[in-house]
């Protein structure tokens, strides 16, 4: 790795003239210096992208792009990555937030060429409900971890770890947003990934896990997440996409053939689906019921102590 390697930051924006605001204001402050921040407005009908044109006059290392027309939100998404040139590519939504030290922090740690990706716990804010949730997405300890441990965390198949499916909490090698980057996916059910990016933003995990052995996971949480009426995963039921991406990738995509047995040991006897395969492990299944009995009783006993309190 470079000694000091580029970062792009993309922000893909739609009407949001007040909240690119924060995020723009988050990318000016970061501790590391060397980066780009490509904002393309997706046409929008505020003044989105006369903030963007008049951010952009202040610090030359904003670029702002304006859509012809609205090409929807994973097209806006691939045009924020062909206008970067970084070798490491960010994620930031319009309407959230990074940590000051955020790239840094992240960047440092791809030290080894087994490294996919870094990414770190989440502060989710729901600012009508004036709640906060700390410390989202909380792998374990900071520290180094296999791929195929965030593959089977987020298949389900790790009751007790808790991965994202969202791209804004990371940070990536340009080689695998390129790969995998994807606007739609085949499949039967009907389902538009360009409408909404869900799928989308998880396949992009998926694709670095099944390239590189390892990622870092930092618990400090360096990303800050705003939910609103107005998000997508608040106002849509998104779950046939994610559950579309997972059967895909684990299935047909990715090399692991005992967590593939695994996957639909589980699947088929826990959620009653019906995937093809030729003998159960039941071993793994016991086991794997009795973490999801324990957390279960864990997060019961810490809500109760919480109650007392």
């Excluded at 300890?141 to 593959?151: A, C, I, L």
């Excluded at 089977?152 to 990536?172: M, Q, R, Y």
């Excluded at 395969?277 to 973490?291: G, Q, S």
């Amino acid at each position: 790795m470079h000694e000091n390697p580029l970062v792009s930051i993309l922000i893909p924006v739609y009407n949001r003239e007040k909240t690119i605001i924060r995020a723009l204001n988050a990318t000016l402050s970061q501790t590391y210096k060397n980066i780009e921040i490509i904002c393309v407005d997706n046409c929008s009908t505020d003044n989105t992208f006369n903030v963007l044109l008049d951010y952009s006059k202040r610090d030359s290392r904003i670029k702002a792009y304006l859509q012809k027309e609205n090409v929807g939100p994973v097209r806006n998404w691939v045009s924020c990555f062909e206008y970067s040139n970084g070798d490491f590519i960010k994620f930031l939504w319009s309407d959230d937030s990074i940590q000051p030290t955020a790239i840094e922090e992240m960047v440092r740690l791809f030290i080894e060429d087994n490294i996919g990706f870094v990414y770190s716990s989440v502060d989710i804010i729901f600012e009508q409900a004036d709640c906060i949730l700390n410390n989202q997405y909380c792998f374990g300890k900071t520290g180094k971890y296999k791929t195929s441990d965030f593959v089977a965390a987020s298949a389900f198949l790790l009751p007790t770890k808790n991965v994202p499916v969202s791209p804004g909490c990371a940070l990536f090698r340009r080689e695998t947003i390129k790969n995998y980057l994807k606007v739609n996916f085949e499949n039967g059910k009907g389902l538009d990934f360009s409408k909404y990016g869900a799928g989308n933003d998880l396949f992009l995990f998926y694709g670095a896990c099944k390239d590189y052995e390892s990622f870092y996971f930092i618990k400090k949480p360096l990303c800050v997440f705003y939910g609103g009426k107005d998000s997508f995963s608040m106002t849509h039921n998104l779950k046939d996409y994610y559950d579309f991406i997972r059967d895909y990738f684990i299935l047909s995509e990715y090399g692991n053939m005992r967590m593939k047995q695994n996957y639909c040991t589980i699947m088929n006897l826990f959620y009653k689906k019906d995937y093809e395969i030729k003998n159960y492990n039941y071993l793994f299944f016991v086991c794997w019921m009795f973490k999801k009995c324990v957390n279960k009783i864990k997060q019961i006993s810490k809500h109760m102590q919480i109650g007392k309190g």
